[in-house]
């Protein structure tokens, strides 16, 4: 089922488009990511679901209502543009965020103390936020942000200024509260996280979508006949297939990336090439997200 | 949209959450703290200085005195503030004395016709006060025109018991039948503090609302908080809070300002007691202080005290509220800088134009600048004791509220739009386009 619905979203600011012609639905219960490059109008995008901004035209749907400004105060909303009170405790700080998203205060108190632990922040309750490092504060705005368990969350660039580690910390959390009913959005331009997460994304580039659909599915949509194989021999010229590169691997095992010139299945192939090599591994290669990004948003595709 | 008690509710818990934070966090400041036990103590000081001072002029001033008419006498008679000293000797070696030594004045009498007293100098090391050139010219006219009095055949004593000295109560008549007396001088003095301390709080608080909005703006807090409430919202629950900063710092301020003018007065009395013995000019300084206090009572204390609470919080709301526009598109206290001046004009032009009200408590210009919001804070208290028609005050009190839901409502379309804008340049015709952008 389809717990959001972006209905032809088009906005622009002062003449230049940010946002043409949008339309999207996303899955409840899934992960979901908006990618693009800086500037694509993702994050035009997220304002207009959570009604910060207006769009020109379109309409959003949430479980098929369209979207009102009480059920856009439900959702948990991490901006891209974020951070805290400098002058304010940590603890202070999400009771106050907590109390504002509805929470009792015991029951934010109860909470906060329970995530505080989970981010490793436990002994920063009674700390200013201006003497929290960059990604300290990154995780209590986090925290600030599912601490009422939205059953929507919408997560604007949650990875940049995260370490490694703690990129791995959050991402956990944020596979954890999908599993226990949660529909989260998030945009990246990085693309490192997008495969373990997403069950879904769409592709924004210059205000436009690209395209969208199951992550599977848009592999599979993606690949273009490619094959890595490792052999002893020499491979036949002139074959159904291009050599697109080609590596030396210890002794007289080679390692080649070919193309074929049309759609065929693999066993076809095999048949081929045992007529003239020796095969010791062959694999579908199978795009990556980024390359998939690099290929749909770089200049030559204009 | 449907209007439910409950979503009411809720918005108020949030609204009231927010006031809360803004009040807290600035209520536990250090510099709130200081300001609140250090502004009586300088209002203090600003009250009670100046009479302490007139008690205890500098003392032991040492004035020489050249008699070369001979007709003078001993007019001059020291006394705990200045010594006299008659010399004889001429007036070039006195000058040079008087830069050598430690001398105060030189007062010189030259001969002189009593039709016509001219050439009396007074030579110093440094400028004289206003108040001691007035005793000494007053001294000097008097004892001439007792002289001229004698010259001309006349009895003093007879000149005397024709004097009299008339001291002129005024009463003024209201428009129910009723007379109330009323002290010009003491109008004067409450509504100059009543009205520099709305235009200070209106100031004081109105920045104070504007760097709160800054810091919300470039600490990227805003967005977070208003996923969870409208700008609106969270602008409002600012202005308020801020707003029950004042009245917190008012109320601190009046009492511990009573509570220290109190002990003060208790630790002077004996000291003005002391000094009205010896001095009997000084009494009448006491004496004219006295009255001063008594014709408070025929000012509406209670009037001024509730008018000043109504026009603090509708001034500042009013300007509060532009302040936080301003603030809203800005990104730091420099940005600001440029909107500062055309909304703070009216308040300047307001502290401006007390003396011309005071000239004229109750002409046009006065009574204009008293209706108008943007005015009338300031030139309202500066009215009020000395009697405001009911109606006026009524009249100025709606248009204040009037005004303030209309600034209120301006600053809140810039607010939600500006408050989420960074690194545009901004100026006023984009102020404008933020205003006019439709929900």
């Known amino acids: 089922m389809d717990l959001i619905k972006i209905d032809h979203i088009s906005k622009a600011y002062s003449g230049h488009p940010a946002l043409s012609d949008v339309s999207l639905t996303i899955p409840d219960k899934s992960i979901f990511g908006l990618l693009g490059p800086n500037g694509a109008g993702k994050t035009t995008l997220i304002r207009i679901i959570t009604k910060i901004i207006q769009q020109d035209q379109g309409k959003v749907f949430l479980n098929e209502e369209e979207i009102t400004?009480?059920?856009?105060?439900?959702i948990g909303y991490l901006p891209e543009e974020r951070g805290l009170y400098k002058k304010m405790k940590v603890g202070e700080q999400l009771i106050y965020l907590?109390?504002?998203?509805?929470?009792?205060?015991?029951?934010?108190?109860?909470?906060?103390?329970?995530?505080?632990?989970?981010?490793?922040?436990?002994?920063?309750?009674?700390?200013?936020?201006?003497?929290?490092?960059?990604?300290?504060?990154?995780k209590v705005q986090f925290i600030a942000t599912v601490v009422h368990e939205p059953r929507l969350l919408i997560l604007d660039e949650p990875f940049s200024g995260f370490d490694p580690v703690n990129a791995d910390l959050v991402k956990n959390e944020i596979l954890d509260l999908r599993d226990k009913g949660a529909t989260i959005i998030f945009s990246t331009h990085r693309m490192e996280s997008v495969e373990e997460l997403c069950d879904n994304i769409a592709l924004i580039n210059?205000?436009?979508?690209?395209?969208?659909?199951?992550?599977?599915?848009?592999?599979?949509?993606?690949?273009?006949?490619?094959?890595?194989?490792?052999?002893t021999g020499t491979l036949p010229i002139k074959e159904s297939f291009d050599v697109l590169s080609q590596t030396d691997l210890e002794g007289d095992l080679k390692r080649a990336h070919i193309k074929f010139h049309k759609a065929s299945k693999p066993n076809d192939l095999i048949t081929q090439l045992i007529r003239s090599v020796q095969l010791f591994a062959f694999s579908e290669k199978i795009p990556t997200i980024n390359e998939i990004f690099i290929s749909k948003v770089s200049p030559s595709h204009e | 949209?449907?209007?439910?008690?409950?979503?009411?509710?809720?918005?108020?818990?949030?609204?009231?959450?927010?006031?809360?934070?803004?009040?807290?966090?600035?209520?536990?400041?250090?510099?709130?703290?200081?300001?609140?036990?250090?502004?009586?103590?300088?209002?203090?000081?600003?009250?009670?200085?100046p009479t302490y001072f007139a008690l205890n002029t500098q003392g032991n001033q040492f004035f020489?005195?050249?008699?070369?008419?001979?007709?003078?006498?001993?007019?001059?008679?020291?006394?705990?503030?200045?010594?006299?000293?008659?010399?004889?000797?001429?007036?070039?070696?006195?000058?040079?004395?008087?830069?050598?030594?430690?001398?105060?004045?030189?007062?010189?009498?030259?001969?002189?016709?009593?039709?016509?007293?001219?050439?009396?100098?007074?030579?110093?090391?440094?400028?004289?006060?206003?108040?001691?050139?007035?005793?000494?010219?007053?001294?000097?006219?008097?004892?001439?025109?007792?002289?001229?009095?004698?010259?001309?055949?006349?009895?003093?004593?007879?000149?005397e018991s024709f004097e009299a000295n008339i001291d002129l109560n005024t009463i003024n008549l209201s428009d129910s039948g009723g007379e109330q007396e009323s002290s010009s001088g003491a109008a004067t003095i409450i509504g100059y503090i009543a009205s520099f301390m709305i235009y200070m709080f209106v100031?004081?608080?109105?920045?104070?609302?504007?760097?709160?909005?800054?810091?919300?703006?470039?600490?990227?807090?805003?967005?977070?908080?208003?996923?969870?409430?409208?700008?609106?919202?969270?602008?409002?629950?600012?202005?308020?809070?801020?707003?029950?900063?004042g009245l917190t710092?008012?109320?601190?301020?009046?009492?511990?300002?009573?509570?220290?003018?109190?002990?003060?007065?208790?630790?002077?009395?004996?000291?003005?007691?002391?000094?009205?013995?010896?001095?009997?000019?000084?009494?009448?300084?006491?004496?004219?202080?006295?009255?001063?206090l008594s014709a408070l009572g025929g000012i509406n204390m209670t009037l001024v005290l509730s008018a000043f609470l109504f026009y603090f919080i509708g001034g500042y709301l009013l300007y509060g509220a532009l302040f936080a526009a301003i603030g809203s598109a800005s990104e730091s206290d420099a940005d600001a800088q440029q909107f500062m001046l055309p909304v703070t004009a009216p308040l300047i032009i307001s502290i401006i134009s007390l003396s011309l009200v005071l000239q004229d408590p109750h002409g046009s210009v006065s009574f204009w600048m008293s209706i108008i919001p943007f005015t009338s804070p300031i030139i309202m208290m500066m009215r009020i004791p000395f009697g405001v028609a009911p109606w006026e005050l009524i009249l100025s009190m709606l248009m204040l509220i009037l005004g303030f839901l209309f600034t209120l409502w301006i600053a809140g379309r810039i607010y939600r739009v500006g408050i989420l804008m960074h690194g545009t340049k901004v100026n006023w015709k984009i102020l404008a386009k933020w205003f006019m952008t439709s929900d």
């Open chain 2, 249 to 292: 710092q008012f109320v601190l301020w009046i009492l511990s300002t009573g509570g220290i003018s109190i002990l003060i007065s208790v630790l002077m009395s004996p000291v003005a007691l002391e000094m009205g013995a010896a001095n009997s000019e000084m009494s009448s300084e006491v004496d004219m202080m006295a009255t001063a």
């Open chain 2, 64 to 159: 020489q005195v050249i008699d070369e008419s001979g007709l003078m006498g001993a007019i001059f008679v020291s006394d705990n503030e200045v010594n006299y000293e008659y010399i004889s000797t001429n007036l070039d070696l006195a000058k040079s004395d008087l830069l050598e030594n430690d001398i105060d004045g030189l007062i010189y009498i030259p001969e002189f016709e009593l039709n016509e007293p001219k050439g009396f100098i007074l030579y110093g090391a440094s400028n004289q006060s206003i108040s001691t050139l007035s005793s000494i010219e007053n001294t000097l006219e008097l004892h001439i025109e007792s002289l001229r009095l004698s010259a001309s055949g006349l009895d003093k004593e007879v000149i």
């Open chain 1, 206 to 231: 210059q205000s436009k979508k690209i395209l969208d659909g199951s992550v599977k599915q848009i592999k599979e949509e993606q690949k273009q006949g490619q094959y890595i194989i490792d052999y």
């Open chain 1, 69 to 74: 400004y009480d059920l856009v105060r439900k």
């Open chain 2, 203 to 245: 100031f004081i608080y109105g920045a104070m609302c504007m760097r709160g909005v800054i810091e919300e703006k470039s600490s990227r807090i805003v967005e977070i908080v208003l996923s969870s409430v409208k700008p609106f919202e969270l602008m409002m629950g600012k202005v308020i809070g801020i707003a029950m900063v």
């Open chain 2, 1 to 49: 949209m449907k209007f439910s008690f409950q979503k009411c509710l809720q918005v108020m818990n949030k609204v009231s959450l927010i006031i809360f934070r803004e009040y807290l966090t600035r209520v536990k400041k250090k510099s709130f703290i200081i300001a609140t036990f250090l502004g009586p103590i300088l209002m203090g000081a600003v009250m009670f200085l």
């Open chain 1, 98 to 138: 907590s109390q504002l998203k509805g929470l009792s205060r015991t029951e934010a108190v109860k909470r906060i103390k329970i995530w505080l632990e989970k981010l490793d922040l436990k002994s920063w309750w009674n700390k200013n936020v201006e003497d929290l490092s960059k990604g300290m504060a990154q």
